[in-house]
C-alpha cells in the first residue's frame, strides 16, 4: 500500500471532534451515525493533494465513504447523479416495455418514450447538495 494510501488510526478524540462536526450525521446523505458506525472521510481525497488535518475531514457512513472512493466532492456528485439516471432510466424502461408490450398502441409507446426522456433530462439538472453544505447556510 502505498504512503498516501495508508490507513490512518485515528485517535478516539479525533473521532469525536470529526463526529461532532456534523453532529453526528453523515456528511453526505444526512444519515444518523454513531461513533462505532462511521467511517472519517476525506472531503479531498489524500491522492489528489488533500490532507489528513481535521478540517479535510468529515464523518461518513460506510455507504456513502464507499461509494465516494477517491471522488472529490464535485467528481462524487457526478457519479451520484449518474447512479441516479441509470437507476431511473432501467426502472422506467423496464415499465414502458411492459406497458407497450401488454397495453399501449405503438403511438402511446413512443409519446410515453419521449416524454421519459425529457424527464431524465431533468433528472441530470437536479443540484445535488450534501449534508454539510446545507449546514453551512
Known sequence: MSEEH??????KATRKKVLDKTGGYCAYCGK????????????????????????NL?????????RKG???????KVFLKNQIKNKVHSYINEYILMLAGN????????????AYSNFLDVVGEVDIVFYYERMED
Do not use: T, W
Not at 495508508?6 to 485517535?11: L, M, N, P, R, S
Open 6 to 11: 495508508k490507513k490512518v488510526d485515528y485517535k
Open 32 to 55: 444518523r451515525i454513531f461513533d462505532y458506525s462511521f467511517h472519517i472521510d476525506h472531503i479531498i481525497p489524500v491522492c489528489q493533494g488533500g490532507s489528513n488535518e481535521l478540517e
Open 58 to 66: 468529515i464523518p461518513a457512513c460506510i455507504r456513502c465513504n464507499l
Open 70 to 76: 477517491m471522488y472529490d466532492p464535485d467528481e462524487f
Open 103 to 114: 397495453y399501449l398502441n405503438k403511438d402511446n409507446a413512443k409519446d410515453l418514450i419521449e
